[in-house]
Structure formats: structure tokens, C-alpha cells
């Protein structure tokens, strides 16, 4: 069994992760971080966040045309993407069956993406 250590750059990292409700993509993350503690590097912040979310301490979001984003809420629940601006959104867990034929794959696991317009968004264009 490897122990991983809890060093000061984790804690920074995931704090600041879980203070942000935006889902924020590790260059979002970094410059973030980088604001308050201009010493953490950008390579400790993509190699923290890559070990955090392989060992389930934080998600990795990959939604369709956006770079992969990061979530401090680790309970079940689906994500929401604007299709104008990008923003991603929590929304509630909606259990989704698994199809009857996979075409010969093993699922191994599977996400739900939504898409749609944020209020900003729907407000913008009203306007335009």
C-alpha cells in the first residue's frame, strides 16, 4: 500500500477547488490558486488535481466540446453545461438505466450530460 502525504499544496488546492461552485478546468484552478499563492506552480495544481481524481477525491468532468473540469462535490448528482457560455451547473442525480444491448462492450461506467441555456444566457438573448 502506497500513503500518500497531505502536504499544504493539497489542502490549498482542494479548499480552493471546494469554494468554487463553477467546476473550474485546472488552468481556471491554477490562476485561482496562483492569486493567493503565487509560490504553488501550475504543474503541482494539473498533478495534484490528476492524483485527487484518481483516487475519488474529487471529480473529473469531461463534458463534450470543453476541457475536462473539476468538482469538489463528490456525491452522486449530474451536471448541467450552457451551450453559449460553457458553464457547468449541479443538478440533481437522476438514475439512468443501463442500455439492454452494448454492442458487445462491458460497461464499465457511464454520465449524463445535459445541455441547455443558463439564466444569463436566456437573458442575453432576449436582448440580442
Known amino acids: ?23 473550474p478546468t485546472a488552468g481556471e484552478l491554477y ?28 471529480l473529473r468532468v469531461c463534458l463534450t466540446g470543453s476541457d475536462d473540469r473539476f468538482d469538489g462535490n463528490t456525491c452522486p448528482h449530474n451536471h448541467i453545461r ?15 438505466p443501463p ?8 460497461m464499465t461506467s457511464y454520465t449524463v450530460e445535459y445541455a441547455g441555456l443558463c439564466p444569463s444566457c436566456q437573458e442575453a438573448e432576449k436582448i440580442s
Open 1 to 23: 500500500m502506497i500513503l500518500k502525504r497531505n502536504t499544504l499544496q493539497k489542502g490549498i488546492i482542494l479548499s480552493t477547488l471546494c469554494g468554487m461552485d463553477s467546476h
Open 31 to 58: 490562476e485561482a490558486i496562483h492569486a493567493a499563492y503565487p509560490t504553488i506552480s501550475r504543474s503541482t495544481v494539473y498533478r495534484v488535481l490528476g492524483q485527487m481524481a484518481a483516487d475519488g477525491q474529487v
Open 82 to 96: 450552457c451551450r453559449r457560455c460553457g458553464a457547468v451547473a449541479d443538478v440533481p442525480w437522476v438514475e439512468v
Open 99 to 106: 442500455p439492454s444491448h452494448t454492442a458487445g462492450y462491458t
